[in-house]
């Protein structure tokens, strides 16, 4: 079993930065892959940005340029820096992680943009 615990959303105005972060404990494997989705009010869950432990990235098109993804692998932690943020941001972000073939969702952090 693996936990993830997500932290850093909040009420940010158009044009602001956030950080998030997420913690994994429990059962970690050594190669695994760490990546954020969001949900916004009415919509289906979408991908954000992905991290292997080799260092791999990738991003959604709508957030290249703006987000980044980071991971402290001594830390298990995976962040999700957000800069330059327009309100189609607001979501519910999820961390997400894979490893041995088995996937775990956190419960996601809320981050609300206004206009």
């Known amino acids: 079993q693996v936990q993830l615990v997500e932290s850093g959303g909040g009420l940010v105005q158009a044009g602001g930065s956030l950080r998030l972060s997420c913690v994994a404990s429990?059962?970690?494997?050594?190669?695994?892959?760490m990546s954020w989705y969001r949900q916004a009010p009415e919509k289906q869950r979408e991908f954000v940005a992905v991290?292997?432990?080799?260092?791999?990235?990738n991003y959604a098109d709508s957030v290249k340029g703006r987000f980044t993804i980071s991971r402290d692998n001594a830390k298990n932690t995976v962040y999700l820096q957000m800069n330059s943020l327009k309100p189609e941001d607001t979501a519910v972000y999820y961390c997400?992680?894979?490893?041995?073939?088995?996937?775990?969702w956190g419960k996601g952090t809320l981050v609300t943009v206004s206009s």
């Open positions: 991290r292997t432990s080799g260092g791999t990235t």
């Open positions: 429990g059962s970690i494997s050594s190669i695994n892959t």
């Open positions: 997400h992680y894979v490893g041995r073939a088995m996937g775990y």
